[in-house]
């Protein structure tokens, strides 16, 4: 990674006056930066847009803080968020700033377990773990966390992560009856009326139209992305993807969008060109499960380093992010917040029961995608997707796609294991 994050960064005086313990926060971009190479800088055939990811990685905790302090002085409010269920067109109208918190790495996992059980998965401990060992410069910066009610481990962290941070939650129903979309829908106005009291703006019908134009438009993008990745050979790598899914929760939404469609016009031309990242005969693996923050790039690693590539994530840091766009055509703010409810009704996080949505919609993408197998990924203790692995072996068996489930946390201590039974299955593909 470029030098802005470390030890003598220009940023120094910036992660001092977030509280950052700026010791461990330099060890852990340390190791980041040093990951990063190895995983992504190594890649052949990289498109000339994977500078943007770069760059914005490189500063996801420098120039990226740096505007948030300079969009907070100039009166606008940050808020952080751990689900794609909390609506960032509603965040938008607001003027706020939307920002991802879940974390995909180790470092204060022990400090974590002081507060939540050991059997939690990784995801919750890292974010618990970032905020007890003071390495995470957006927790740091945001005036409004929001969590939600989805899977048990996460409605239960968030009471103990009130205590260190005060965190106002959602409350997203379990089911998909008329009577969880009624719920719902209070609960899109309820986080309106959060936030126009956090942020001392009105939310009118004009700013939420925007809102929900801007965020429609990222998601066309990633949906854009998806879309050439049907293409054979595949034009851009896996670990690439997903860092344009994975930044998509960091960066500016215009921005990103922008530089998305850039890095897809790159693309379409290398798809026309029949050329790709790898060669035409390369297994093809979509990612399904749950979602990859950063800087958990290690399955993606081991699968590609395996010889294959993976042309698609079924995840909130994927597809079902993107997957469904808002209806642009309420004219009326409650209209809106109608569209809003049923749009963000449709995603299907294997906390719904039951959700049998999800997996014709996996071997739906399969198919679309041309995908050779699914590899469906598990966080270790997470029961929602660890119960819906056991379907979609079966769905996918049925439609005649193989899959091999994977259930891993965030330690490196199972990487070759994981690499023996990775090659297994894509040699059994090819
Ligand atoms: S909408 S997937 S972002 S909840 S891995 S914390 S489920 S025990 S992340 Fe998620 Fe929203 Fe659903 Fe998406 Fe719990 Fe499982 Fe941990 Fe998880």
Redesign the pocket.
Known sequence: MPDSIHADSPHKAMWETLNLDLSAHDALLEVLGKFYGDIYLSQQNRLRGAEYLDFVLSEVHGLRIKELQEAKAAGRKVVGSF???VPEEITLAADAVHVGLCAGAEAGTNLAEQLVPRNT?A??KSFIGFKMARLCPFIESSDLIVG?T??D??KKAYEAFNEIAPTWVMEVPQTKTPAARALWRSEVKRYMAELERVTGRTITAEKLAQGIRTANAKRRALQRLTGLRAASPAPISGRDALLVNQISFYDDPVRFTTKINELCDELQARVEAGRGVTPPNTPRLLLSG??MAVPNWKLPYVVESAGAVIVGEES?IGT?NSRDLVDESATTLEGMLDAIADRYMK?D???FTPNDERLDNVADLAGKLKADGVIHYS?L?????SHEALKMDKALTKAGIPMLSIETDYSMEDVEQLKTRVEAFVETLA
Do not use: M, N
């Open positions: 689900c794609v269920f998965c995801l919750i939600e989805t899977c481990g996460k749950c979602p909130c079902r995603i996080c294997a906390c966080l203790f997470c029961q929602p997707y």
